[in-house]
């Protein structure tokens, strides 16, 4: 399984970005669909996540200005960030957990993209 991430770029505070994960392979699913940050100096930090279920959990940071969600015909997932701040400005990375269909598990890390907000 592998993913990639798209849609980072430089943006003013107060603007918007959508990020997209797209997760390819043969015979796979997925369980649950994540989205990290990690700020220069900083750890990586879990910003949402959705699993199959629908379900969404989101740093207190960003409740209310970013949605998480998932296509599962496509097996993509997105990130909506609206209301942005500069300290909003990480690399932000897809991780995809799940397994395939010969029921080995898996848990892959997009490579990250870069998203910068200015002041």
């Known amino acids: 399984v592998q993913v990639v991430e798209s849609g980072g770029g430089l943006v003013q505070a107060g603007g918007s970005l959508r990020l997209s994960c797209e997760a390819s392979g043969s015979s796979f699913s997925i369980s649950l669909m994540g989205w990290y940050r990690q700020a220069p100096g900083k750890q990586r930090e879990l910003v949402a996540a959705v699993p199959k279920s629908g379900s969404t959990n989101y740093a207190d940071s960003v409740k209310g200005r970013f949605t998480i969600s998932r296509d599962n015909v496509k097996k993509t997932g997105y990130l909506q960030m609206n209301t942005l701040k500069p300290e909003d400005t990480a690399v932000y990375y897809c991780?995809?957990?799940?397994?395939?269909?010969w029921g080995q598990g898996y848990n892959v890390w997009g490579q990250g993209t870069q998203v910068t907000v200015s002041s």
């Open positions: 991780n995809v957990v799940g397994s395939t269909a």
